[in-house]
């Protein structure tokens, strides 16, 4: 059966003539951002990927068909929908395009669009991962999967600090997926630079991230990178952090529903300084990624 894929002309151009092309997310759009300002964060991000001379293909369910490449128009449609949009990792897509809902893709879901179109790196603010407690509830981001299995270098601010980072970048390590720190021996937690555990390489430069992944690739043809980079104005949300994860455990969300309302919590309890280090990190990485896009193109032309 054909997939039900619909990729724009800009995008496509890139990907015949091989132009480098970053792959965002929507999740960010409706559920990373309260009052609608994910919209200003994606566009903002595609906007940064341009300036750094590469195509920003942003994902997303529409009207029954994956799309990537997105307008104006439909991301405000994502935007508009917030919560009611539903929430896409991987497995999600097949349903959420035959009940043609719309879904705004994870970094799971994400990857997948990039697994059938052949994009090559994306960018997001942090990964999913091992979620705290996972030993009583086996609660584990699908999105550790899908960067195992999909050959692009994910751009990120390490795992989300809402979750058990150690054991996520142990799992990384059983997976075979390379954490390479962004001028950083350690894996940012997000919302700071510092206290995660040692990355597996250091790299500095763009053209080196973009060899490294070349190598790995020729190695291991169909697994993913992570490339983490520290956020430039970090914050020590620790303590704050712990409490929001346990008030939300405390009313029983569980699943797909947790980061949401956990970044939520984060934002009323940090009076809004959490969102301002998210919006700028999530930008940064979109410019990082698309840097290292534009080297490997480099390289393979």
């Known amino acids: 059966m054909t997939v039900p894929l619909r990729v724009s002309d800009e995008v496509s151009g890139a990907l015949a003539t091989g132009r480098p092309v970053v792959a965002l997310e929507t999740t960010l759009v409706s559920h990373g951002f309260s009052a609608g300002r994910g919209l200003a ?7 940064r990927v341009r300036a750094a001379g590469a195509v920003p293909a942003t994902v997303g369910v529409v009207d029954g068909a994956i799309r990537v490449g997105l307008d104006a128009a439909a991301l405000e449609r994502f935007a ?6 539903r929430k896409v990792g991987a497995r999600d897509i097949a349903a959420c395009v035959v009940q043609r809902a719309l879904g705004s893709t994870t970094v799971g879901g994400t990857l997948a669009a990039c697994r059938i179109t052949g994009i090559r790196f994306m960018a997001t603010g942090g990964i999913g991962g091992v979620h705290r ?36 970048a142990e ?15 350690t894996l940012p937690l997000f919302y700071t630079a510092a206290g995660g555990p ?20 020729a190695v291991n043809p169909s697994g993913g990178l992570v490339l983490a980079r520290p956020p430039a104005d970090g914050l020590d949300l620790t303590e704050l952090i712990g409490s929001a994860v346990e008030q939300v455990r405390a009313r029983g969300i569980t699943g797909q529903a947790v980061t949401p309302a956990v970044l939520a919590l984060i934002e009323d309890l940090s009076d809004g300084r959490s969102v301002a280090v998210n919006r700028a990190l999530i930008a940064d990485n979109a410019s990082l990624a698309a840097e290292v896009a534009v080297a490997y193109a480099a390289t393979a032309a």
């Open 171 to 185: 799992l990384l390590e059983t997976l075979a997926v390379p954490v390479l720190g962004w001028q950083t021996p």
């Open 198 to 217: 040692p990355v597996s390489a250091v790299v500095g430069t763009p053209p080196e991230a973009a060899e490294v992944a070349a190598v790995h690739w």
């Open 80 to 85: 508009e929908a917030g919560d009611a949009a």
């Open 133 to 168: 407690g996972f030993a009583d509830s086996l609660d584990i981001s699908a999105d550790l999967m899908q960067i195992a299995s999909t050959p692009a270098v994910v751009v990120c601010s390490g795992a989300k600090s809402i979750l058990d980072v150690p054991a996520t």
């Open 41 to 47: 964060v994606a566009l903002e991000s595609e906007e």
